[in-house]
């Protein structure tokens, strides 16, 4: 757009999606002021346009963004602004002369709504493809009103652009028709030829747009309601739900739910850990702002300073930091389209209720009640609301019976600060190194610590053929292949059941000097390995049934911790290609304290599964298993001794999809991440990462099972 005539403005509407905002990125190098518009000033702002001699030849241009339906929210803003605006009687074209044009952002408005551009003229609406079928992605296009087309200038020319230019002058003739112009290169025709096969299929599945928004506000609105009376049994809502009305206008209302979950006592569950929880279930839910940080700054009331100090503390868009003392940087959204069913609609409810409602669950009636007198949207498409997807049968009185049993509260840990506790005093109880990241674990007795953890602990893992590590959550079967390390031999030995093995050697060193090396990444971090030859690569790709290999860390490559960084006394801290820390430890209490939970679940299962101790212990994988008298006594240490070994605790672990992986058959199931999200009140940490504390050039010690573990407790226990 020209913006040579001083004055211009570039205006748009706070919840807007990050790719508007980020048009001022360009306008501000050509001097074009920045004016941001919350939603309520477009209105109450708003004035009648006054003249004054000279002022109607005013031609200055100047644009105004807002979306015709909030990513966020849903919300619905009025198409009517469009004309409001390019009239000048909305606020902030009445306060600015000059030649309105408007930016109508349509991509998650036509996804599930009918737009007539014939009745809203928007000068330029980007819309996009992939939101309406769920295919080509990446794929959308912008929509320019004929009037509008010849205030776009161009400053670059690309490829299929040009009528005419010269390489010696600056002559330059651009193609008169105004997509031959902008559509530099070669277009993306062979995902464009599909669009005509969407249109297609939308029209033979649904009939038309209109009833697309028929059926998916529907499905929003009954969820809306179901979830807006969900309360724990102390009485407290399940859900803060973000929107400015009650689903009852489909003219106001996407088929966009916002929303946090709450615990018993009113505090935020964190969308991570959510996340997790509604992958075991099948269920897809988006999390974090949804690049539209101002919809989340308003509805979440996080304040411009909040962001910064969130910053700071190590939260940035995109990441798993859900929670910054105790308040959410993020919330958790689910959307329908039109290949939804209100068989979806009961699944997302029922995980709701089964893994984040203190129970009995109970219904707030007078809410229900109101929702339910509504009218309906038409009489083909409204749904009844009177039952709860559950196997539970509610009471007249609004509670559920639920066969879950109460929430169990973990007894505190009575420990002094020098370490002693009430009781007996914890014993390490089992030792376990995983050479191979992701592959099963190799139980000893006794271990040396090297520079970097347990001796070989995590030093070689499986990339595909990109470079890109493979861990069980895409690769179950990496449980199967058994390593043992064997130092007198100084060889890696890899093992399957029902195959021959396969061994490589210890230290890349005395193997021959022209192996490969190559760099891969492990949690961010770009690590330098060497590669463990075409032998074992074969050996792997025959089981896994994808090309494979095997590599390891360069012995003299330097990684160092950052998990726990600015604590205490943690000092800089070289890892192998472990995630977090050079240990994790869990507690056999702890391990029991869940087992007796998975095992009071009616649901869980295959039952017998969880009634061995070892295999639950082999699921969260951890380097040191201790048996402490009280569950989750870990959580509340900040130093413990091992024998004579010192190590400092760095932070909890927490847990994702992984210790879903049965690491005898590599089958999937949704405990024990279900029960540990239920009895930790919506956490999923378990275990504790430590570092250990050596003095310099002092000799490596060694861990044997049986050593005695002294714990020191933290002084805060709201350290971590």
């Not at 619905?76 to 002369?97: F, N, R």
Request: hydrophobic fraction near 35%.
């Amino acid at each position: 757009m020209s913006n040579k005539e001083p004055g211009s403005q570039f205006c748009y509407l706070t919840d807007n999606h990050t790719s508007v905002v980020g048009i001022r990125g360009a306008t501000a190098l050509q001097g074009v002021g920045t004016i941001s518009v919350s939603p309520r000033e477009v209105e109450t702002r708003a004035r009648k346009k006054t003249q004054t001699n000279g002022e109607e030849e005013c031609s200055t241009p100047h644009l105004f963004c807002y979306p015709a339906q909030s990513n966020f929210s849903g919300r619905k803003y009025s198409l009517s602004y469009v004309k409001g605006i390019q009239s000048q009687q909305l606020y902030p074209a009445c306060e600015h002369h000059g030649q309105w044009f408007v930016l109508l952002d349509a991509a998650c408005f036509v996804s599930c709504s009918p737009l007539d551009l014939s009745q809203y003229p928007a000068d330029f609406v980007p819309i996009s493809f992939y939101k309406m079928f769920g295919f080509p992605t990446g794929l959308g296009a912008l929509l320019v009103r004929n009037e509008a087309a010849e205030v776009l200038r161009k400053t670059y020319f690309g490829g299929g652009t040009a009528a005419a230019y010269l390489v010696e002058e600056n002559y330059f003739i651009p193609k008169p028709n105004l997509a031959s112009r902008f559509e530099d290169g070669t277009i993306s025709f062979l995902d464009i030829i599909s669009l005509h096969h969407g249109f297609e299929t939308l029209q033979k599945l649904t009939g038309s747009m209109t009833n697309i928004q028929l059926h998916t506000f529907g499905l929003a609105r009954y969820t809306y309601t179901v979830l807006s009376c969900l309360c724990h049994s102390n009485g407290k809502h399940v859900a803060q739900i973000y929107c400015d009305n009650d689903f009852q206008s489909i003219a106001e209302q996407g088929a966009i739910i916002n929303f946090s979950l709450l615990d018993c006592h009113g505090r935020t569950v964190g969308y991570s850990q959510v996340d997790k929880m509604a992958s075991l279930f099948n269920i897809h839910i988006r999390t974090g702002c949804f690049c539209n940080t101002g919809a989340c700054q308003h509805y979440l009331a996080i304040s411009n300073q909040n962001v910064k100090s969130n910053l700071h503390a190590g939260h940035i868009c995109g990441d798993n930091i859900d929670l910054v003392d105790g308040r959410p940087t993020g919330s958790l959204r689910v959307s329908f389209g039109y290949m939804s069913s209100f068989e979806d609609c009961q699944n997302f409810l029922r995980f709701v209720v089964n893994c984040f409602v203190d129970k009995p669950l109970i219904l707030d009636q007078t809410k229900l009640a109101k929702l339910n007198s509504a009218a309906p949207i038409e009489p083909s498409s409204s749904f009844h609301l009177t039952s709860i997807p559950s196997d539970q049968q509610r009471h007249a009185n609004g509670q559920i019976n639920s066969p879950s049993p109460d929430r169990m509260a973990v007894s505190e840990v009575t420990m002094s600060k020098d370490g002693k506790k009430d009781g007996s005093s914890c014993t390490l109880t089992n030792l376990f190194i995983f050479p191979v990241k992701s592959c099963a674990s190799f139980e000893v007795t006794e271990w040396p610590l090297g520079p970097q953890g347990l001796l070989y602990d995590r030093l070689w893992m499986v990339v595909n053929e990109n470079g890109v590590c493979l861990s069980q959550k895409r690769e179950p079967k990496l449980c199967l292949i058994q390593p043992v390390v064997c130092l007198a031999a100084n060889t890696l030995k890899l093992q399957i059941s029902g195959s021959e093995a396969i061994t490589v050697p210890l230290d890349p060193s005395l193997e021959k000097s022209d192996l490969r090396t190559s760099q891969s990444k492990v949690c961010g971090d770009r690590v330098q390995t060497v590669d463990c030859g075409e032998e074992v690569s074969a050996w792997l790709s025959e089981f896994l049934g994808k090309p494979c290999r095997l590599i390891r860390q360069r012995p003299e490559f330097l990684r160092d911790m950052k998990f726990g960084q600015g604590k205490g006394d943690c000092c800089p801290t070289p890892l192998s290609l472990v995630n977090e820390a050079q240990f994790l430890l869990i507690n056999r209490a702890s391990v029991c304290f869940l087992q007796e939970a998975i095992a009071n679940r009616h649901d869980s299962d295959n039952e017998e599964t969880w009634r061995d101790t070892e295999q639950l212990v082999q699921r969260f994988r951890a380097n040191l298993v201790i048996s402490a008298q009280e569950p989750f006594a870990e959580d509340n240490w900040s130093h413990l001794t091992i024998g004579n070994t010192q190590f400092q605790v760095i932070g909890k672990c927490g847990r994702c999809q992984m210790i879903g992986v049965d690491q005898k058959t590599a089958t999937r199931t949704q405990e024990p991440l279900r029960s540990l999200s239920e009895c930790r009140s919506g956490k999923v940490t378990f275990g504790v990462y430590l570092a250990h504390q050596s003095a310099r050039n002092s000799t490596h010690p060694v861990l044997s099972i049986g050593s005695h573990v002294i714990p020191k407790i933290s002084d805060s226990t709201d350290k971590f």
